[in-house]
């Protein structure tokens, strides 16, 4: 097997994803692999009638797309990732990692997983439809 190309990491921020990101880092040096990163902020909940169950003065997403750029550019400055190889999306997670990592041409996603219930308590909701979906390799670091 040669060695991976390109590693996404799914950043989500929890209090214990610096492990996340650490594992990602120590694998793009170990392969000499690109090293990209994506945070998906979910899409604001609408009622049935379609319509925002917060006032849309309060631009709530705006202002979560805001913090996600400044978290996901200071993370990337810690990992010594390019400017151009991180990015913020909206949209279903799930959805939004497995799209990014066909379009990219990831040969390796890296999500933390959380403890949960039921299946997802082997790997977390995210990390369990990610490796059911992905196109390539996913490594789970459990937390």
């Known amino acids: 097997m040669t060695g991976y190309q390109h590693i996404l990491l799914a950043a989500d921020f929890q209090d214990d994803s610096a492990r996340v990101a650490e594992r990602a880092k120590e694998l793009a040096s170990r392969y000499e692999a690109r090293l990209s990163l994506l945070h998906v902020v979910e899409n604001m909940p609408v009622e049935p009638g379609n319509e925002l169950m917060i006032p849309p003065t309060a631009n709530v997403e705006q202002e979560l797309l805001n913090n996600a750029e400044r978290r996901l550019r200071d ?10 190889d991180h990015e913020v999306r909206v949209g279903q997670t799930k959805r939004e990692i497995i799209d990014h990592a066909e379009e990219n041409g990831v040969d390796l996603i890296v999500v933390g997983s959380h403890s949960r219930h039921g299946l997802a308590l082997l790997l977390g909701s995210t990390a369990n439809a990610v490796l059911h979906g992905a196109p390539c390799d996913v490594l789970a670091v459990r937390l």
């Open 75 to 84: 993370l990337a400055s810690r990992l010594s990732v390019a400017d151009g």
